[in-house]
């Protein structure tokens, strides 16, 4: 007989744990873990075609440890006077923030998050070994400055990250929040603007906030906005002194050559890739116009999904919408289902399908 995982000496903090889930099925409409659906522009790809191969020619080579390029093509696509001593990139934001945490948290410390909030986070802060606190949100998923600040003293954690805009509930996290968190504790705070893109263009990013607060991080990612969810880049931005504790923590050589030549090559088309965003937004604003017609309730939303309200039975509205060949996700809030801006195309088979789900399957 094969061993069960029970079988095995697993940590004792691990045992009774799951590993992140989200459903994957090869269905026709597949909106449900807030990928950008459009197609990376033909002339973009190419581009990335070219880089890769260039890189291919030196590939019996280590790459570049420090990722040299890539860092200064995130520190000019941010801006704010960024240079690349205040840049570190990975594997997907998901291996960043576990840097982070691998160099500031770990057995004996804690994290900290306001849930509902990405349910990465508390799988990353028990994967080192470290106890993961949830805090509290307002009724509609908002935090006030004040009230976070207290929970967060009260608390005392290592590392707090803010979901800003947060997921899954789509919910900005004003920059008076995070000052107020970062007052509060002597530990890290990490923004983490995966989805900052999509929020209004008159609003400022936390990197505005990165002068003088060396225990402050803004964490982004090319997965959204830039299409690049299958090349796995993430990257954040902070003090060089918090970048060089993140050296201690990482894997050699953690970005792959080819990975390093495939996000240069997206960054040097940014104005192009941005501009997806734009008619993302538009279908995300879409939907929220018509699941409220439709009787439910959308929650305000600076990313590109929507979380929405007012379902009686999430399971199996969901599960019809299954049926109909539209997968979106049901992310444990009761009465609640949320689900990605796509393509027109996919937005309008989303919005026929939840039309009609009250008729027989």
């Known amino acids: ?58 590939v019996n080579r280590y790459p570049d440890r420090e990722f040299t390029a890539l860092r200064e093509g995130f520190a ?29 948290a770990g057995p004996g410390r804690s994290a900290f998050g306001f849930a509902p909030t990405y349910s990465m986070y508390p799988l990353l802060t028990r994967g080192t070994g470290a106890e993961w606190i949830a805090g509290t949100r307002a009724p509609d998923y908002t935090i006030e400055a004040a009230h976070a600040a207290f929970q967060v003293a009260e608390a ?33 705070v990490v923004v983490d603007e995966a989805y900052f893109e999509f929020a209004p263009r008159d609003q400022d990013s936390a ?12 964490s982004r990612t090319m997965s959204k906005a830039f299409a690049f969810a299958g090349a796995r880049v993430g990257y954040l ?13 990482r894997l050699p050589y953690h970005l792959s050559a080819l990975t390093q030549a495939a ?20 279908q995300r604003n879409r939907i929220a116009a018509t699941v409220e017609a439709l009787g439910y309730t959308a929650r ?3 990313t590109n999904f929507l979380l929405f309200g007012g379902v009686d039975d999430p399971a199996t ?18 009465h609640h289902l949320r689900v990605t801006a796509g393509t027109e195309h996919e937005t309008t088979a989303f919005l026929d399908a939840l039309a009609s789900v009250g008729s027989a399957p």
């Not at 990376?40 to 890189?55: E, K, T, Y």
């Not at 801006?79 to 160099?103: K, P």
């Not at 509205?317 to 009761?334: A, E, K, M, N, S």
């Open 156 to 188: 005392s954690p290592d590392v707090v990250f803010l979901c800003s805009p947060n997921n899954p509930t789509g919910t900005p996290v004003g920059l008076d929040v995070v000052e107020a968190v970062y007052d509060a504790t002597d530990g890290i």
């Open 300 to 302: 305000d939303s600076w």
């Open 237 to 249: 931005a902070a003090d060089p002194a918090l970048i060089d504790a993140l050296r201690l923590v």
């Open 1 to 58: 007989m094969s061993p069960r995982l029970e079988d095995l000496p697993l940590r004792a903090d691990l045992r009774g744990q799951k590993p992140y889930g989200a459903p994957q099925a090869a269905l026709p409409v597949a909106l449900n873990v807030n990928e950008n659906t459009h197609p990376v522009p033909q002339a973009v790809a190419d581009d990335i075609v070219d880089s890769i191969a260039l890189a291919l020619r030196e």
């Open 317 to 334: 509205t969901w599960q019809r919408l299954y049926d109909r060949g539209v997968l979106i996700r049901d992310v444990g809030i009761p």
């Open 263 to 282: 996000a240069g090559a997206a960054l040097r088309h940014a104005p192009v890739m941005l501009r997806m965003v734009e008619e993302i937004v538009v």
């Open 76 to 104: 000019d696509y941010l801006g704010h006077g960024l240079g690349r001593d205040q840049i570190w990139a990975a594997n997907g934001s998901n291996e960043v923030l576990q840097h982070i945490l691998q160099a500031f």
């Open 207 to 218: 990197l505005t906030l990165l002068a003088g607060r060396e225990r402050l991080a803004v």
